[in-house]
């Protein structure tokens, strides 16, 4: 009997009418003769209630007292969902993270996980149990309660799957699939049927939401089939893994774009004073998270460095800079605040160097004036003003043919 | 440095501003030398919103996945008690019950403590930590998470109190200590210095509900001073303790009483049909709560047997015997709703046999009736109509010289 690792986030468990519904989703597969881990997060916004009241008494609480605190929130909901589950006639053990084995480093706020211990989900599964897992959390080797930072969930879930040697790792969340671009924003974005890992690593990081870049590395590295699905409706979703067969034809994938962007530019006199590992060092440590970062050297004496950064690490980085301006030896900075990425993602990027032109041909030809551009082997993303970010987006998603199901390189570019 | 174990309950925690009051206190007790370990239960209603979530889902949860659920309050409590007692400057430990060594027997629900493992706290203690342990919760030998049933709290604190010597175990709660009687309703009552655990045993399963008679047997058979007192003033509260000092010549330390009293009486023809096991066995199968007990065994053929029970166990109890009327021989039954318990309790009773007498006389000269009457070593308790409760409660209290500071026996029974 194979096994199905389930996951479900907290907006799939925030009420207890969704509570009925995921239990109800898991005694489909059950009944389907499947073995099944769950996985839960917290109830939907329960993790940001738990914050506000640490914020009450201190801005700045103790990461151990923290992890202490949020991971009551996972816990809350697998005694919920093995409620819901046996009231339904299904036999169930739920386990929080320490209790499912989940062995972690010694960090708190953002460990990994470095070992799973499976003897008692064994056990558990051995006697036809449904095995309710709290995700988000686990333990150091010395009883310590730790959480895996954002996505942990997702992590918990593909680490189990890896482990058990799940056939599949199901993401169930509140929308259908991976798309090529967000629906919200996008008319014509559409369900992918699959994507490859590495093209679910650029998207996630570039915001797609439905599924956190680590664990989708975890899986990446164990070859663990994932899919991200409805967890409401019994349709197939996306699936995700290392040969994509169905649209392998497909270029371009798909298209993130993100707001609040402020670009950051440093200028030295000459380039022999610059000392780009100290700059990313130190805003490192104050936990500044840069993002394109574009340095041309050149011959002339004055020389410049640009960053980007996400808008509220802003105040932060002005201040790391002005105060390390001597040791930095920079001569001056400037910063533009108001800006969106726009990126375009798909492996086939690979063997078709032409894409980045093409991009850059389609913002052109619409008048958008990109700010910065970074480039990866599978993703190209260019900097442009906040307000033109939809434009941008919508005109690459349309010319890169994913609005159409099929696409083949080079066949429905069209002049915009 | 000698050690206090400090115990802080629901009402103590309920808001931030409390737990932050809470965390004063017990830099308080540091700031005087004290090492300290504090047991913290939920914030206020959560345990009570916790089972409105699961009674949502079944009528009837698993008790194991409500141990999993509730034990998650205190969790949260002891993570904000740490996060304000750090911001305060003080160094601090939060444990779960697991963590904290608390091992119990492996019954959800209402588990008894076995053994408290005590390497990690001394471990800490010894690095001058505030200890917080989370009340209420233990562990099984295999690692099941269990709940120690009502008054757990309490319970945890004189177990942590017994496991490291501690000098003394504060209840620190929203009353400043134990009264002679309910002030909300005994104008004149008034806080005891003191009060001996046995008495302390009565009151408390009398229903004053500022400690769980669970926590007083511990203490007793472990000879550690409790003391009740507020958790908002540093005031002295109760001292409960085994040789009573301050006032050992009170022959009656307090007037305690109930509603919600119901009585049962069963008829037998003869008393050779009568089986008094059989039917208390069968009620508590059935987790009906039997109080008094009475059964006058007569030289005439029919005979009877009356005993009290709470109110809401009526249905049970006459569906039980209803259902088992032949099994149980008995010819006809009655039951009379609408009753109260009235009791007085005090070690000097036992030298004193005077006193039940006494109490009779100062009921009758009120004109009350008694229905029922019990008594032990140290406590006498008479059912009377409920509209009467506080009516001989209050001539108890003044007759007994309760209402004085302090009472010799003999001295101040007036004529009401």
Redesign the interface.
Known sequence: MDLLVMKFGGSSVST?AK??RTAEKIMDAKNNGHRVIAVVSAMGKTTDQ?VS??N???ES??K???D??L??GE??T???L???L??KGCKTV?Y?GW?AGILTENIHGNARIIDVRKQ?IAEQLALDKVVIVAGFQGMTED?E?TTLGRGGSDTTAVALAAAFKASKCLICTDVPGVFTSDPRYIEKARKLDSVSYDEMLELANLGASVLHPRAVEFAKNYLIPLEVCSSMENIPGTLIEEEVSMEKNLVVRGVAFEEDITRISVFWKSHKSMNLASIFSMLAAHHVNVDIIIQSLTNHDRTNLSFSIKNNDLKETLQVLEENKALLGFEEMEFETGLAKVSIVGSGMISNPGVAAEMFQIIDRNHIQMKMVSTSEIKISAVVEANEMLKAANVLHEAFGLSNKIYEKGLSIQPS
Do not use: F, H
Request: aromatic share 0%.
């Open positions: 207890i509570i009925n738990l009241l640490a009450e008494l201190s609480p103790n151990r007292d923290m202490m605190l991971s009551t816990q809350v697998i005694s919920l093995s409620i819901a046996r009231e739920s929080t209790q008692k009883g309660i």
